[in-house]
């Protein structure tokens, strides 16, 4: 997805709260805002979201010094929803369709996002959309589960801390559901915002289920060329791809992969791109025509800058 100019202000308002966070002073929150706006002012045409959230949250941490701004907050984040785990868990066994209910809790758990509205919806709303999400027309249940059956790969794309909770309980059902499915989860390759990095998904108990891999770069997304070789391979040998959050949602929108993408609209923007109601939640399915070429570059491009480094 590209980057609007409706996005700017979401930008500039992030930065400051970014830099607020880091704990900058009032002189060093007008450096970093100077310092994005001359990106903004400059930035190139094709540039995604996610790639701008990585300057504005670089910069951050190179001008305050602080290389995990969020730390605090995901560990609240986590420890929160593993605290309501085992409630959650009775919530999804008691619905009359166990898979669409962990998927709408996992999508309504989408909510815990620090990156375009700063704040971390009340936590009843979790439970709420267990129920409440109602039948939308953006909302694919048929379809997923029809693809998810047919395969024999998962790659799960994961976004936020203590919504990874969440994902944990959508995974269990699924490997209950469909026994030999490789399930294979992805998350950031570093610091980013409140996203999950392997260290959340190690502290929620994840990877004693499933095999955890990173991107191999801190994008609030998945930016392929920028991803490491192995995330590549697993990407493009996934039989099925479930893409969590608007930032995966920014960055692989043009996908030709069999990719679905499971989120709450937030913002307008992204509402308009998808063709939905700010506050919706959606499973989408991208286009699932093969893209050879794009699977050749991207690895072969990998490759190279891998061995340049040894």
Same mark, same amino acid.
């Given at each position: 997805?590209?980057?609007?100019?409706? *996005?700017?202000? *979401?930008? +500039?308002?992030?930065?400051?709260?970014?830099?607020?966070?880091?704990?900058?002073?009032?002189?060093?929150?007008?450096?970093?805002?100077?310092?994005?706006?001359?990106?903004?002012?400059?930035?190139? $045409?094709?540039?995604?979201?996610?790639?701008?959230?990585?300057?504005?949250?670089?910069?951050?941490?190179d001008i305050t010094g602080n290389p995990d701004p969020y730390k605090e907050i995901k560990r609240q984040h986590n420890e929160a929803i593993m605290e309501m785990?085992?409630?959650?868990?009775?919530?999804?066994?008691?619905?009359?369709?166990?898979?669409?209910?962990?998927?709408?809790?996992?999508?309504?758990? #989408?909510? /815990?996002?620090?990156?375009?509205?700063?704040?971390?919806? &009340?936590?009843?709303?979790?439970?709420?959309? /267990?129920?409440?999400?109602?039948?939308?027309?953006?909302?694919?249940?048929?379809?997923?589960?029809?693809?998810?059956?047919?395969?024999?790969?998962? @790659?799960?794309?994961? $976004?936020?801390?203590?919504?990874?909770?969440?994902?944990?309980?959508?995974?269990?059902?699924?490997?209950?559901?469909?026994? #030999? @499915?490789?399930?294979?989860?992805? +998350?950031?390759?570093?610091?980013?915002? #409140? $996203?999950?990095?392997?260290? &959340?998904?190690?502290?929620?108990?994840?990877?004693?289920?499933?095999?955890?891999?990173?991107?191999?770069?801190?994008?609030?997304?998945?930016?392929?060329?920028? *991803?490491?070789?192995?995330? @590549?391979?697993?990407?493009?040998?996934? &039989?099925? /791809?479930?893409?969590?959050g608007q930032g995966n949602y920014e960055s692989l929108s043009n996908a030709k992969e069999n990719i679905f993408f499971l989120l709450t609209a937030k913002c307008?923007?992204?509402?308009?791109?998808?063709? *939905? &109601?700010?506050?919706?939640?959606?499973?989408?399915?991208?286009?699932?025509?093969?893209?050879?070429?794009?699977?050749?570059?991207?690895? #072969?491009?990998?490759?190279?800058?891998?061995?340049?480094?040894?």
């Open positions: 997805m590209k980057i609007y100019l409706d *996005c700017y202000p *979401c930008f +500039v308002r992030q930065t400051l709260d970014a830099g607020r966070i880091a704990g900058a002073d009032e002189k060093t929150q007008k450096r970093i805002l100077s310092s994005i706006m001359q990106i903004l002012a400059d930035i190139p $045409d094709g540039t995604t979201p996610p790639k701008m959230g990585r300057m504005i949250h670089e910069t951050v941490k785990e085992q409630e959650l868990a009775d919530r999804i066994g008691e619905s009359p369709s166990p898979l669409e209910g962990a998927l709408k809790l996992a999508g309504t758990g #989408n909510l /815990i996002d620090m990156g375009p509205e700063r704040r971390w919806s &009340d936590i009843h709303r979790i439970f709420d959309g /267990i129920t409440t999400a109602g039948e939308q027309t953006l909302f694919l249940l048929d379809h997923f589960e029809e693809t998810l059956h047919q395969s024999q790969t998962l @790659l799960y794309l994961g $976004d936020n801390a203590g919504e990874i909770v969440l994902d944990k309980l959508l995974i269990g059902l699924l490997l209950a559901r469909e026994p #030999n @499915l490789d399930i294979i989860f992805a +998350v950031r390759g570093g610091p980013i915002i #409140n $996203d999950a990095t392997r260290e &959340d998904a190690e502290l929620i108990g994840l990877a004693d289920m499933v095999r955890i891999i990173d991107t191999g770069a801190a994008f609030p997304g998945v930016e392929l060329d920028a *991803c490491s070789h192995e995330f @590549l391979e697993c990407y493009f040998g996934a &039989d099925l /791809i479930l893409a969590k307008p923007v992204i509402a308009d791109d998808i063709g *939905c &109601d700010v506050g919706d939640l959606v499973l989408l399915n991208g286009d699932p025509s093969t893209n050879g070429d794009a699977q050749r570059f991207y690895l #072969n491009n990998t490759t190279q800058q891998e061995r340049k480094k040894t």
